[in-house]
C-alpha cells in the first residue's frame, strides 16, 4: 500500500514570501504528525493532530507557522512571510492513533529560503 | 525539560560490530526508539523497546535500556556497508501520545 507521501519534495522560494507543504497520510491513520529537520540535527517536532483538531501545536515555533487538516486526511503546513532561518526538511508522519502506534514517515519537503 | 543526546559519528570496520550510545532525560518516557536515516529516503523505525525492558533483540539488533541512568544503546552485530546511515534516538513525549523527541543524530560509516 502507499505510504506518506509529501509534495513538493523540493521548494525554493525568496525570503517573504508565502509556501504550503501538503502531507498525505496513510490512509486510516487518524494521527499526523509534523516535524522539522535542520541540517544536522535530529526532527523537531512542530505540530500534532489527532482527526481533524491540532491537539498540541506548542512547536510551532512563531505565528508564522500554521497547519490545518479539515478532513482528517490531508494536512499542510503554511507559513508565512518565509525567513532564511526557515530552510530545512519538514517532514510529515502518520500513525494509527495515539497510543504507542508505530509512525511512518514521509520523505519530506526541503524548503529552501534564499 | 525533554532533551535526548548522542555522539555525532562512530567509524567501525565491515564484520565488526557497532554501538550507538544515547541519553535522555524524561523518565516517564514509555517508549524508546531508534530510526535510520539514509540519504534520500525517510525515517525508517529500526526497533523500540518499552521502558519496563531492560533488553531487546532483534536479528542483528540489540537494543539495551539503562532505565536509572538513562541511557539506551543499539548495537548492530556483523555491521555491513549497508548499514552505513544516520541513527536517531527519540523518546516519546509524556503527554500521552506519541509525541516524539529526537537526538542529533550519530553517523555510522562502515568502512572495508
Known amino acids: 500500500g502507499a505510504g506518506v507521501s509529501q509534495t513538493p519534495s523540493n521548494k525554493v522560494t525568496e525570503k517573504g514570501k508565502y509556501v504550503e507543504l501538503r502531507c498525505d497520510p496513510i490512509s486510516g491513520h487518524t494521527a499526523l504528525y509534523w516535524y522539522r529537520q535542520s541540517l544536522g540535527q535530529g526532527p523537531e517536532f512542530l505540530i500534532y493532530f489527532q482527526g481533524t483538531g491540532a491537539a498540541d501545536d506548542s512547536g510551532l515555533p512563531n505565528d508564522r507557522f500554521f497547519a490545518v487538516r479539515p478532513e482528517g486526511s490531508v494536512s499542510t503546513l503554511k507559513i508565512q512571510r518565509t525567513e532564511r532561518g526557515d530552510s530545512a526538511v519538514y517532514l510529515c508522519?502518520?500513525?494509527?492513533?495515539?497510543?504507542?502506534?508505530?509512525?511512518?514517515f514521509g520523505p519530506g519537503t526541503r524548503l529552501t529560503v534564499l | 525539560g525533554e532533551d535526548v543526546e548522542q555522539s555525532l559519528f562512530l567509524s567501525v570496520r565491515e564484520g565488526d560490530s557497532s554501538v550507538i550510545n544515547c541519553t535522555y532525560t524524561d523518565s516517564s518516557s514509555t517508549y524508546l526508539y531508534w530510526y535510520k536515516q539514509e540519504p534520500g529516503a525517510g525515517l525508517q523505525l529500526l526497533t523500540y523497546?518499552?521502558?519496563?525492558?531492560d533488553m531487546k533483540q532483534d536479528q542483528r539488533l540489540t537494543v539495551l535500556l539503562n532505565k536509572k541512568d538513562k541511557h539506551l544503546s543499539l548495537r548492530i552485530a556483523d555491521t555491513q556497508t549497508g548499514d552505513s546511515a544516520i541513527y536517531f534516538c527519540a523518546e516519546t513525549h509524556s503527554g500521552g501520545y506519541n509525541k516524539l523527541i529526537f537526538g542529533a543524530g550519530t553517523r555510522l560509516a562502515v568502512h572495508p
Open positions: 523497546i518499552f521502558s519496563n525492558m
Open positions: 508522519a502518520s500513525s494509527l492513533g495515539t497510543s504507542q502506534n508505530e509512525q511512518f
